[in-house]
């Protein structure tokens, strides 16, 4: 057998990349295949807007993969792919029950702050008319699509008056949040399954402003949150958005599977999570991500993860 570069499982992996079209030809994850290519591993990429899925043959014996993998919009085809996959069995990265709770912007919610991660107070409505009945101490308002990404469709809502400009009616089920003080710019914090980075980053809210994004020291508070988060949520490969306030640092966002601009090196790095999870799932040793249910406290997992 060929020498494999970086960590691997006793034979080459077989693993299954879900890319939809807005991912296709972006750099992430084409790299990471790349790279799991390089080393000797078999991969396949598919495509669920360009292909007829047969689910029976993905999910059968005789075509199961060590890992699935998905880079996908929030509500796009390949999650339904991955539940089903996940459904039958298989290892998924990240495990399919952690990424639909992070999709479901509302469920992130509920999740951070039963587990005591610091989140806005936030409201669902189900259509923009709704907006109406916030309450006017809440204002400024935050108000995103329930299901966005890439900080897209954000806006803010300095008072009533303004309600009428807001026509988010076409992005589906609306997530409100009062709007806290901060730098004007956001941090994104990523976990590549075993380094924690920190990056400034351009606010949506803040479009204006000069920003240099640029990668930052994480400290050990960062660090500890990241991981938190992590823990909370069951996932593996994640970023987090996050603002610091004058009560102090507060969660934003929670991001299955990011971009990881700037972070060195991260193709090799996401490469051997892959690799390490497809062993865990392999030896019996996948964990469930129904475990971030378990009753706890947040400084209980910061101090561990500290």
Known sequence: MQTIEGPALTSPARLCFIVEEKYENDVMPSVVVDVLSRWGHD?????PHAVLTDISALTGASRAYDAYVLKTVSSGPGLSILDAVGAAGLPTVNDYRAIRLARDKVVAASVARAAGIPFP??????????????PRGLYPLVVKPNNGSSCERIVRVDSPDELDQVDLDDSGYLLVQPYLPNPGYDVKLYNTGDEVFAAV??????????????LIPVTPELRALTLAVGRVFGLDIYGIDVVETPAGWVVLDVND????????????KLA?????????AATGADRSASAAFAPTSVSSLMEASA
């Open 43 to 47: 991969v396949d990429v598919l495509r």
């Open 121 to 134: 107070t936030t409201f669902f409505a189900s259509r923009s008319a709704l907006l109406e009945q916030a």
């Open 201 to 214: 980053r351009q606010s949506p809210l803040h479009r204006s402003n000069d920003v240099v994004e640029e």
């Open 257 to 268: 599977f990011p971009s990881f601009g700037g972070v060195p090196d991260v193709a090799r």
């Open 272 to 280: 051997r999570t892959v690799l390490r999870l497809a062993r865990r």
